[in-house]
């Protein structure tokens, strides 16, 4: 378990959001650190007033223009918001976008590649992954709760048997919101050295990572009984952007990547978006991207590694297939020491869903996902580790939950150093530095 002590060590790259996330997540446990104290958010109570409500709704809703206004190709653009609470769910999704987009460059080329055809970008789905343990309990619960408070619900269910995987996904009120894709790897089928990795690794799991008042203001948003706010908004993006346990140990993430890659993968990013998805059919009938082979063929042109297939027959009902993985730097622990380790992250993908003729003899878009395609994009973080910079700290780790991780986030904790301090290494290939 990482421990804090006095001299502190942070990512230098990202410090204010560790900053800003580091704070309200421990806000959010409860966390007995000087100058925090726990968050009780409000019921689902009147407000007393209708002045007040209307004044924060828009307060919230101008800051979701000034936002869109900064925007240069944001997936949810076209959706077109009837409420508050879809103004914040909104709002939400296009934060988890740009976490996502400042780590995943393969993004940035499609841009250009949707802009130079005046192409439209539409996200078909969102992917989330979970580990599902009884002590302590976690699973897909621990992501789709926070998206259920606000209105989505689950609409298929799929088994992954060779992977030992379970997944719902998710659909909005409202079909024009992306769906989400929410898996679960089942610790219980694993071997006992991966169940010991896992145990091991969450037993450090806050209970409170997404506490219940949370959630009840989430849904009182959702039925439009409470306005949103910001402080709401950060909470449950912090919810999915920071690490719910302790850094793991790099042993153990090793020792589960030996046996379920996927579970090595959430071991070290927790519940970050796994990846986003552009819909070809979005792009339009005028572009030269109307397909999903010759939008493969303009991203490779600019230099993206794509998958080697199309997962999906040709003239099927879907038809997906991906960038591959960008890797990067990752903090494990090594007993008492912090080492970097360059693990894959996410990738990008491509969803084609043509209309197709059903059993009753009418044209209909098939809106699920199929156990086959979906089973092959799963081993795109297979990857390998590759330990690209280590930080030969001195001193015991001491203190548990004070620790803001994920991609982008390499870890921020204090460490009780008996002489120096040290800075953080940026990328491979950096070296130690000490004053």
Sequence with gaps: MLRSGTAAIRCTTCLPHVRQLTTLSSAIRGDRTPGFRQVKWPLATPLGGRSRRTEGAASFRSSAVAASSKAECMPHSHISATKDSEVFTLRL???????????VSYVRTYEEVVKSQKATFVNDHIAFRS???????????????????????????????????????????RPIFPKLFI??????????????????????LNPLHVPQSLLSSLHAIGQNTLPPSEDALEAAAAAILTLPWDVPQEEAVKTLHQESQYGAWVLVHGYNVNHFTALINSHGPTTTIQSIESTVEALQAEGVPMKSQIEGDTGGKLRQTATQAVNMPIAMARGNKVVEVDWPYAYFELAQRDPYTDHDGQLTRFEGF????????????????????????????????????????????????PTGSFSWPQGPGATESAT
Excluded: M
């Design 183 to 204: 898996s679960e790897l089942k610790a219980w089928e694993l071997s006992e050295a991966s169940q010991a990795a896992i145990t091991s690794s969450l037993s450090s």
């Design 131 to 173: 580990i599902a343990l009884q002590e302590p309990s976690c699973g897909i619960a621990s992501v789709s709760r926070v998206f259920e408070a606000l209105g989505y619900r689950p609409a298929a269910t799929y088994t992954f048997e060779d992977k030992h995987l379970n997944a719902i996904h998710y659909e909005h009120p």
């Design 370 to 417: 199929l156990s086959a395609n979906a089973t092959h994009l799963f081993d795109i973080t297979q990857g390998g580790p590759e330990v690209k910079a280590r930080v030969p700290l001195a001193g015991q780790l001491e203190s548990s939950h004070s620790v803001a991780s994920g991609p982008g986030c390499h870890w921020q904790g204090n460490l009780k150093a």
């Design 93 to 103: 999704l296009d934060r988890l976008w740009e976490k996502y987009r400042e780590r």
